[in-house]
């Protein structure tokens, strides 16, 4: 996962194909292009990896506490 932000650069393009008109796909990409483990972004959101596989499969919805503690944190895991 670390390299992907590399990779991204050596290729001049994001290789890969996400919905970025959801968030799940925002969250995925942002995740990819910085490099962040899963891990990290459970960290980030403030949730345990079921509620981030919550996340990913649609099954439930980010709280607005837990994405404005994504979007606060962001630039130190970056």
Known sequence: ??????????????????????????????????GLTQNACTQILGVDAGGLSCYKTGY???HVKSLKSFLAKREYFS
């Open 1 to 34: 996962m670390k390299y992907f932000p590399k990779i991204s650069a050596f290729l001049e393009y994001f290789p890969f194909e996400l919905d970025t008109n959801k968030l799940l796909g925002k969250l995925k990409q942002y995740r990819f292009i910085n």
């Open 60 to 62: 439930i919805t980010p």
